[in-house]
């Protein structure tokens, strides 16, 4: 199909092992992680716009496939491109490749926040932050890879920011979360309640003095009610939920059988099931056993 090629991004590779614009098979892998990288970013983005859609529109993977088709001066520059195929009128993606241009542009100012020791940009997907940890992994002293786009000020990969990624990936670190689950336990003083989501553990989450109502309700009703909670937490290392540190909204819902009109009378169950009793049976309980009926379960005197 027509169409045509379009630089996204241009990773030149600065150092000795580049000259004459080399790129041995260690500084490839380093092309593929970065492939590897801005293509989860560009699926995670595209989630969490689309919360709704359970799958990634079809043709997504081709629409986030850098390709290399030359290596350029300076000391090896590698341009990366995608195809960008003629739409018809009836096309329903658009021509430009967003996907890929978006997740590229968010790894550009994760790098230029660690150039600059800046905070990592908000809407970063910190779940990725292992993948990006990764990339780099054969760069030695002195070794640079320069991260061009579009217009930008350029951000660079150096043995410096990758320690500096690494700390953060062994962190714990916040990030939104919505859960809902069961209140098992609450502390009024301390202004925390124990969440159980279904999970191995429960969450710890803190809570304020007009919210306490609603966690005491949820905790005395605690065996039919759930407890919606979205804010900000702490997240381990791993990506697993530590506490709720902030509540910005708590919602509570109950799962109370609602009463069926239609359901047949518990007497007319009764009734059925002593019919299914021979008569010979029915014939050998004592003719006293309504007034005495404690006597005869547990010995009690016959009044």
């Not at 990288?37 to 990634?56: G, S």
């Not at 890879?145 to 953060?168: C, F, G």
């Not at 962190?171 to 925390?192: L, N």
């Amino acid at each position: 199909m027509a169409g045509k090629w379009k630089e996204v991004v241009r990773l030149s590779f600065k150092g000795e092992r580049f000259r004459d614009h080399a790129l041995d098979l260690q500084a490839l892998s380093e092309l593929s992680q970065f492939q590897k990288m801005v293509a989860e970013t560009a699926k995670t983005l595209w989630r969490a716009a689309n919360p709704k859609r359970e799958r990634l529109p079809s043709h997504f993977e081709q629409r986030v496939r850098l390709c290399l088709r030359r290596i350029e001066e300076g000391s090896a520059a590698a341009p990366l491109e995608v195809f960008i195929e003629e739409q018809d009128q009836t096309s329903l993606w658009e021509a430009e490749p967003v996907e890929i241009n978006e997740a590229v542009e968010l790894a550009h100012e994760v790098f230029e926040a660690l150039e600059s020791n800046a905070s990592l940009p908000e809407k970063f997907p910190r779940a990725l932050l292992p993948e990006y940890a990764k990339w780099g992994q054969s760069l030695g002293d002195g070794e640079i890879v320069e991260m061009q786009v579009s217009e930008k000020k350029p951000a660079y990969l150096t043995l410096s920011n990758r320690q500096k990624l690494e700390k953060i990936v062994e962190a714990p670190h916040e990030d939104q979360v919505e859960i809902s689950g069961e209140v098992f336990e609450a502390d009024v003083r301390k202004g925390r309640f124990q969440l159980w989501s279904g999970e191995d553990t429960a969450v710890s989450v803190a809570f304020t003095p007009e919210q306490e109502a609603q966690v005491t309700t949820a905790l005395k009703e605690h065996k039919t009610a759930q407890m919606f909670v979205k804010g900000s937490g702490e997240y381990s290392p791993q990506g697993k939920l530590i506490r709720v540190l902030q509540v910005d909204e708590l919602k509570l819902t109950t799962s109370e059988t609602a009463y069926n009109k239609l359901a047949r009378p518990i007497e007319d169950l009764l009734n059925e099931l002593a019919k299914e009793i021979p008569q010979e049976e029915w014939d050998q309980l004592p003719i006293d056993l309504n007034d005495n009926l404690d006597h005869y379960l547990y010995g009690a005197p016959k009044q």
